[in-house]
């Protein structure tokens, strides 16, 4: 009854300190909810964080509206291309879909999961306008090449940073290499409230359109700011009360049966049908959110030493560390994946750890746009095109590395993966 379940994901983000303070946003500081000082003061302190004075930055209340502004200020039309990595999310395709553009996914490299520059290449047309650079899981793209490939084509790039607060390359952080990066206090991400995003405007030629996207914005309605408080609440308690009696699991589902709470991806979005890009961030978000972001280095450094261990104590032949190599110090190990043999035994795993009480995340394995349950038709991606995304997708699973989660709980962990046998 009292077993305790171990998650990678899922309701792990939200620390005590969140829960206090969106309880304080429920009480006594309810008329802030939606207006207020911290938006201003988030962007002012986003900047000085990424010590970066010469860019311009625009806050959204998610990602997919950030993404989808910068492709209508860069004028798409419905002849222009934008290259896309094939292993992304699905809300990627469907802001990019929704921008107008014709959406062209490019094959990553198995090492690396960052683009295969000969395929990249390949799909360069006179058409493409821009490519858009994941750092999937934190690792740095070969953003380098990539930009003399731009330069040659007259191509933009946004950096999606999604998964890279803090992570470099050399000395270099992960954002402003080129013309636009796109950063995210999204519930799943590097630092975490429930919902926002920050564009960086780094190409000056765009600093005059930050107006008009400005007034297009409106602030979200009152019923989705209260969606979104009350997930911190319900995601909190459900972390600690997992198992007792199922009592959160009948929470987590009567609230997401009645609407209660708000999801990372809408039932339209799964289908690339979601077109609602116009809102701006929260005050509470960007309260929360400035308060993680003073103690990220402290967060970050905890995922590291998690790493550090995983890295240094699993052996076990079926499993192979993914960015094993990687320099520790730079990087934030916002994820922890790791490549199995095959996908019977990706999934052997992961019922054998679900036995265990670990629930690894899956929300990046099984497919190469994610979610699992995602319509791919409407992607338009095209199935068995590039192989090595969908490959990688099937025998990928990611260890817990997050705040909520203890050494002894790790070790734990290790333990398990070393005594796993086919
Ligand atoms: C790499 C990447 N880019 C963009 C997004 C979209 O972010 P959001 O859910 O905040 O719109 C995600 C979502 O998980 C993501 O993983």
């Given at each position: 009854m009292f077993k305790k379940t171990l998650m990678s994901e899922f309701f792990t983000t939200i620390n005590l300190n969140i829960f206090l303070r969106t309880l304080s946003f429920l009480t006594y500081k309810l008329p802030f909810i939606r207006y207020g000082k911290y938006v201003e003061n988030l962007e002012n302190g986003f900047l000085w964080y990424i010590w970066n004075f010469d860019s311009r930055i625009i806050s959204f209340y998610n990602w997919r509206s950030a993404i989808y502004h910068s492709l209508k200020m860069i004028w798409v039309t419905k002849n222009d291309e934008v290259i896309v990595s094939w292993y992304t999310c699905v809300s990627v395709s469907n802001a990019v879909i929704q921008s107008w553009a014709k959406i062209i996914y490019s094959d990553i490299e198995k090492n690396n999961l960052w683009y295969d520059l000969k395929k990249l290449k390949q799909n360069?047309?006179?058409?493409?306008?821009v490519i858009i650079v994941q750092y999937t899981f934190w690792k740095p793209n070969n953003i380098e090449k990539i930009i003399e490939l731009a330069k040659d084509h007259k191509i933009l790039i946004i950096e999606d940073c999604a998964h890279s607060l803090w992570s470099k390359i050399k000395w270099k952080k992960l954002w402003s290499f080129w013309d636009f990066s796109i950063f995210s206090i999204g519930r799943d991400k590097v630092i975490s409230w429930i919902t926002g995003w920050f564009l960086i405007i780094n190409?000056?030629?765009?600093?005059?359109?930050i107006d008009s996207i400005k007034e297009k914005l409106n602030m979200p309605p009152i019923w989705l700011t209260f969606r979104n408080l009350f997930y911190n609440i319900v995601a909190y308690k459900s972390y600690k009360l997992y198992d007792f009696f199922s009592l959160w699991k009948m929470i987590i589902f009567l609230s997401r049966k009645f609407n209660i709470i708000t999801e990372i991806l809408t039932e339209k979005e799964k289908k690339c049908n979601f077109k609602e890009f116009n809102y701006k961030l929260l005050n509470s978000s960007a309260f929360l959110a400035f308060k993680e972001l003073q103690k990220i280095k402290l967060t970050n450094i905890y995922k590291i030493s998690i790493a550090n261990y995983y890295n240094n104590m699993i052996d076990n032949k079926y499993i192979k560390i993914l960015?094993?190599?990687?320099?520790?110090?730079?990087?934030?190990?916002f994820r922890y994946p790791i490549l199995l043999e095959s996908e019977e035994i990706k999934k052997e795993l992961y019922h054998y750890m679900k036995k265990n009480n670990i629930l690894l995340w899956k929300?990046?394995?099984?497919?190469?746009?994610?979610?699992?349950?995602?319509?791919l038709t409407n992607t338009n991606y095209i199935l068995w095109k590039c192989l090595v995304a969908e490959n990688i997708s099937k025998r990928i699973l990611i260890l817990p590395n997050h705040s909520l989660i203890t050494f002894k709980d790790i070790k734990k962990i290790v333990q398990l993966l070393n005594n796993f046998k086919k």
């Open positions: 360069i047309t006179k058409n493409t306008k190409n000056q030629k765009y600093f005059n359109k960015f094993k190599e990687e320099k520790q110090n730079k990087n934030n190990y929300s990046w394995s099984g497919i190469n746009i994610v979610p699992e349950w995602v319509n």
